[in-house]
């Protein structure tokens, strides 16, 4: 029998899904990946993430309070922005350690 189809398996997968919805709520959205992977490689100011992924302002500070609200980014002095560990763990994905067949 398929195992994700299994009972205790489809169990399993269902609850892992439901314990990280707020992960792939974020992680379903291509312009916080894209702010995520930018704050992973150095930190940026406002005007960079702007201009180097083609945002709109108003669509940035949304997609950037969702980060900073779930703990995966901060702001920094000036108008500049920084990864969290969190969202460095996110970035890695380790978040799927937790989940084991």
């Given at each position: 029998?398929?195992?994700?189809?299994?009972?205790?398996?489809?169990?399993?997968?269902?609850?892992?899904?439901?314990?990280?919805?707020?992960?792939?709520?974020?992680?379903?959205?291509?312009?916080?990946?894209?702010?995520?992977?930018?704050?992973?490689?150095?930190?940026?100011?406002?005007?960079?993430?702007?201009?180097?992924?083609?945002?709109?302002?108003?669509?940035?500070?949304?997609?950037?309070?969702?980060?900073?609200?779930?703990?995966?980014?901060?702001?920094t002095k000036g108008r500049?922005?920084?990864?969290?560990?969190?969202?460095?763990?996110?970035?890695?994905?380790?978040?799927?350690?937790?989940?084991?067949?």
């Amino acid at each position: 029998m398929d195992p994700i189809r299994s009972n205790k398996m489809g169990s399993k997968v269902k609850d892992f899904i439901i314990a990280n919805i707020e992960v792939f709520r974020t992680l379903s959205n291509e312009h916080r990946v894209n702010i995520l992977f930018a704050l992973f490689e150095k930190d940026r100011l406002w005007q960079d993430l702007v201009y180097d992924h083609r945002i709109n302002p108003k669509s940035l500070r949304d997609h950037t309070n969702h980060l900073i609200e779930r703990g995966y980014i901060i702001k920094t002095k000036g108008r500049g922005f920084s990864i969290t560990k969190k969202g460095r763990d996110l970035c890695e994905l380790k978040f799927l350690v937790r989940f084991k067949r």
